[in-house]
């Protein structure tokens, strides 16, 4: 198993940057994926490959990455950004599989 | 545009058996990895269950493995979760997801809208 790690919440105010880290062993040497989940909604791709961007995703929405974590950047939030995010790694080492972090709230003040 | 639709969730008893489709359209199903994502109420997104393009790779998440089965028909635009023994642990909203695949990685780009799996007596 592998344990990617996020904090539960963060807030921030229409305008403001907010930041969602996601930690876990090695994160730095893996591609790193985010995804967007609505209430009542499908998830939605916003990052992968650590910073690249779907076609349809705003440029507000971008991706880093160092040695201990994987952080999602939403600059000039939006009201309609509030929602949960989670973090992605896929392992083919022997077993194949994903793994998500445990999800951040975010809410716009 | 591609979609994918899930069908057959619904309330089961524990230790009964349920089997979920997902139908997909849009693009070349045969040559994509395609996954299954559950979401428990209240709790956030487990990977579950992963299928090559070709049906010959097969993996699951440790919660479901022996329990749950993977299958797709390319010939069909179907792809498939047979859930067995289920456990109340097991509701969740299902959703099927299209994988792609960098440096040996699967991240999902579309998703279906999910179904509902209630395991209760």
């Known amino acids: 198993s592998y344990v990617l790690t996020q904090p539960p919440s963060v807030s921030g105010a229409p305008g403001q940057t907010v930041r969602i880290t996601c930690g876990g062993y090695n994160i730095g040497d893996q591609p790193v994926h985010w995804y967007q989940k609505k209430a009542g909604q499908a998830p939605v791709l916003v990052v992968y490959d650590v910073f690249a961007r779907p076609s349809g995703i705003p440029e507000r929405f971008s991706g880093s990455s160092s040695e201990n974590a994987a952080t999602l950047t939403i600059t000039r939030v939006e009201a309609g950004d509030e929602a949960d995010y989670y973090c992605?790694?896929?392992?083919?080492?022997?077993?194949?599989?994903?793994?998500f972090g445990g999800g951040t709230k975010l809410t716009v003040l | 545009q591609v979609q994918l639709v899930e069908s057959g969730g619904g309330v089961v008893q524990p230790g009964r058996s349920l089997r979920l489709a997902c139908a997909v359209s849009g693009f070349t199903f045969s040559g994509y990895a395609m996954h299954w994502v559950r979401q428990s109420p209240g709790k956030g997104l487990e990977w579950v269950a992963f299928i090559s393009h070709d049906g010959g790779l097969k993996d699951y998440a440790d919660s479901v493995k022996g329990r749950f089965t993977i299958s797709r028909d390319n010939s069909r635009n179907s792809l498939y979760l047979q859930m067995n023994s289920l456990r109340v642990d097991d509701t969740a909203v299902y959703y099927c997801?299209?994988?792609?695949?960098?440096?040996?990685?699967?991240?999902?780009?579309?998703w279906g809208q999910g179904t509902l799996v209630t395991v209760s007596s």
């Open positions: 992605q790694v896929w392992h083919s080492n022997g077993d194949h599989q994903g793994f």
């Open positions: 997801a299209r994988g792609l695949r960098y440096l040996d990685a699967y991240y999902f780009d579309h």
